[in-house]
Each structure stands twice: as C-alpha cells, then as structure tokens.
C-alpha cells in the first residue's frame, strides 16, 4: 500500500475550512431565516395599521351602519408601489358590506383578532389579515369582520436584499477569517520549518543536542531529536571504539602469528620448529579469544539499541551461569558456591547482556584463584536495591587500580595472567545500562568481591 503524503498545512487548512464553512452556513441560514421574520413583521404591522384604520372608520348609528373607508389607510398600502391591496367588511352573518366578496377566508375560525394568513388571490400570493371589531348602540350590539390583503412583492424583495446583504456579509467573513488563518497557520508551523533549517544547516558529522526556543507543543518532538541524535552519537562513538579496539587487539596477535610462522618456514632444527608451531596455536587461540570478545561487545552494543527490557529472575540467571562455568572451574580446580537462599528477586533489563556481565565476572574470578579455593557468589535484597555479590580468593586488585580496570583496554603491569582487558569493561558498561552501581571491594584475608547492585527504583523506572 502506498502511503500518500500529506502536509500538516493542508489538513489544518482543511479542517479549519470544513467548520468555517458549517458555521457560516449556519449563519447564512440562522441570518435568511431573521430577514424574512423581519420582513413579515414590519409589512405585517404596516397591513395591521391599515386594518386599524379601516376599523376605526366604521361606525354604527341609530342602528345603521356607517363605512367611511379613510383614505389613509390605502396610503399606508400604497407604500410598496408594486403591491396591491384587497379588502372586504362582512358582518356578523358573513354577509358581505363592502369590498371584495371573494377573498378568501382563513381555514379556521379564529379564536383571536388580528389573524395573519397566506393564500392565493388573483394569481398572486397574498398576506392578508383578519380584524374583529364589536360595534355598540342604544340596543344593538353586533360586530363586522375587516379582512385586509396585499401582495407578498415587496416584504420578499426586502427579505431577499437582506439575504443578499447577509451572503455578501458571510463571504466577506469567510475570506478574511482564511487569510488570518492561513498567516496564523504559518506563524504556528514557523518553529518546524526553523527546525527542519537547523538539521539541514548541520554537517554530518555534528552530533549535540539542537538548542533552540520552541512552543511547548514542539518540545516533545525536539527532544526526541535530540535523544535520538545522542542515541546515534553513542552508537558510533562505539562503533570508533570498537574499530580501534579491534585494530589495537588484533595487531598485536597477528604480528606475532605472522613472525612465529616466519620463523619454522626458516628453522631447519624439528624441535624449535614445533615449539614455533605451537607459538602459532597460541597466538591462533588467542586471536579466537580476542575475536570473541570484540564480537560480543558488538554483539552487546547492538542488543541495548534495539532489544527490549523484559522481566528477569535474578537468582535463575546467576545459578545459570554458574552451572555452565562450573566446568571450566573444575578444570582449574576451583569450586563455584552459590550461598544464597533460595528466594525470588526480580529485576527489569536485557538478559543476554546480564547473562554475558555475569559470565564475565565469574570467568575472572575464577582465572585469578588459586586451585582448591571457592568462588562465591550471593544475592541479597534490601528496601530499595538488589546486591550481586561475587568472592573470591586470589591476590586481588589494589587500589590504585580498581576504577582503571574498568577501561577498554586495561591491563595491569604486575598482572601475570593472560587476558584482553574487554571483560570487566563490558561488565561495567552492561551494569550501567541496567542503572547498576559496579564496585570491587577487598575480601578478607585475601581475594576480591565485585559487588552489583541493581536500584530497584530505577530498574521499574527504565
């Protein structure tokens, strides 16, 4: 599926405009609908006050009844030019006085005067009005009925010029509202484009956090930025390391396989060229040591970058590993001890690299112990934090020493044992991936403890 793209600018734009349009809309329809009713009620006042007139002229004397239409009353008709007028007075009996005898009559009776109501006239639609007026004399007491017509010409032309008025009102509003919508768009997506302009202008090479004044609504976006361009910058300070590291570590190894293979192509005498043959064995296994290593702290460094943290049994993975040491403990006549209660204490990080940091520390504790000594190892728990604790028996780490060990690289002058100095450092740095505080602590009388401890705080906070 093919994923089409789409700009912010537009969307908002369509948005904003889609309900724009609704609500002038609506006011189109709220505004047409006042104008008629405005228009309905100022002709329909002005018919009322041509009625009332009409009423008022009609009198009842001495039994006789008097129709005296007032002129006036025709002149307030006159007022729309266009429009004409129809009338008619019936009495009570709906006998026709005056006017028009086929007007017609409203289709209900009504029950209050004045009655407004439309219907058809002369081919024409019209508004007319029905006035009940009670006339009083000596003896009599009757009433006549003034019914008032005018064509709708006028009061609809009115309603249409305010329509009109209303429309050209509602566009008017329309457009202004998208221009300053349009400007208030781009001020508001302003800081992307700034933003976009800052990663551009950047050489490839620059890594550190972009520091510029954002809204708080961008905020979060350029912190992912900048947490994802440190997550990069470490990744290829590793990647530089890990090269240097390799061409530091291999060099050495292969200038030796090379020279000790040199040397039995030239050496005639059959013993010195087996000795050399074994040098070459030597130095091909410790080039698979160092090749390990450097594989598994790429290894590593790839797994922290894209490997999840998940829920790990502590004790389980320590006894793990300790039974797949064992044999390689026993070989050097060293015994492995797991001297901790059996209870459950749970950790969140990545198992394959606390795997590999256990695996470490235990490989070294038992390298550096003398035969027939324990290695130790213990878990305890507190409050706020899990201890890792592994001891041993050998001539330890002086002081002067222990924060270096933990370099790539290191190797200490008085150390008699064989090593890469990758080990302890790939433990430190898998520790402090985990929020681990890695120490290493005399033991007594002799020997070293490396003490992990895990913050129980931060492992549920990663």
């Excluded at 007075?89 to 086929?102: A, E, K, Q, S």
Aim: negative net charge; hydrophobic residues 40%.
């Amino acid at each position: 599926m093919i994923l089409r793209n789409y700009s912010i600018r537009q969307r908002v734009l369509l948005v904003t405009s889609s309900i724009l349009l609704v609500m002038c809309l609506l006011a189109y329809w709220s505004a047409n609908l006042y104008g008629h009713r405005a228009a309905r009620i100022s002709y329909d006042n002005q018919l009322l006050g041509a009625a009332l007139q009409m009423a008022e002229s009609i009198t009842l004397v001495d039994g006789e009844l008097i129709v005296d239409l007032p002129l006036s009353a025709f002149e307030i008709l006159a007022m729309s030019p266009r429009d004409r007028g129809f009338y008619a007075v019936r009495d009570v009996n709906n006998t026709l006085i005056t006017g028009y005898d086929d007007l017609p009559l409203p289709s209900k009776t009504p029950k209050t005067t004045p009655l407004y109501y439309n219907d058809f006239y002369s081919g024409e639609s019209v508004r007319f009005v029905q006035l009940k007026k009670r006339l009083l004399d000596t003896d009599i007491d009757t009433s006549i009925v003034i019914t008032l017509g005018q064509t709708s010409i006028a009061r609809e032309a009115l309603a249409k010029e305010m329509s009109l008025f209303v429309t050209q009102f509602v566009l008017l509003f329309f457009c202004v509202f998208m221009l300053l919508i349009t400007i208030g768009i781009w001020l508001v997506l302003r800081p992307l484009k700034s933003l976009g302009i800052a990663l551009e202008s950047r050489s490839s090479t620059d890594l550190s956090p972009i520091k510029m004044i954002v809204p708080k609504e961008i905020q979060p976006l350029l912190g992912s930025i900048n947490y994802f361009m440190e997550k990069l910058n470490t990744t290829l300070k590793r990647l530089k390391r890990f090269t240097g590291e390799a061409a530091h570590q291999l060099r050495t190894p292969l200038a030796g396989l090379r020279s000790e293979a040199q040397s039995a192509l030239e050496e005639h005498d059959s013993h010195s060229r087996n000795e050399q043959l074994k040098n070459v064995i030597a130095c091909c296994d410790e080039l698979t040591v160092i090749i390990s290593m450097l594989l598994n702290q790429a290894n590593l460094a790839h797994r922290f970058q894209s490997d999840d943290k998940v829920a790990i049994s502590l004790p389980k993975l320590v006894t793990d590993i300790c039974r797949e040491v064992t044999v390689v403990a026993l070989e050097s006549d060293v015994e492995i001890a797991y001297v901790s209660e059996e209870k459950e204490a749970m950790i969140t990080g990545n198992e394959y690299a606390l795997k590999q940091m256990v695996r470490n520390l235990l490989e070294n504790a038992v390298k550096y112990s003398p035969k027939d000594s324990p290695v130790e190892v213990s878990i305890d728990t507190s409050v706020d934090s899990i201890i890792l604790q592994i001891r041993d028996h050998g001539y330890g780490i002086p002081d002067s020493e222990k924060e270096r060990v933990f370099e790539y690289l290191y190797r200490s002058k008085n150390n008699i044992k064989s090593g890469t100095g990758i080990g302890l450092a790939i433990a430190s740095e898998v520790a402090e991936h985990h929020y681990a505080i890695l120490e290493l602590k005399d033991n007594q009388p002799t020997g070293l403890i490396v003490e992990v401890r895990f913050q129980q705080e931060k492992q549920y906070e990663s």
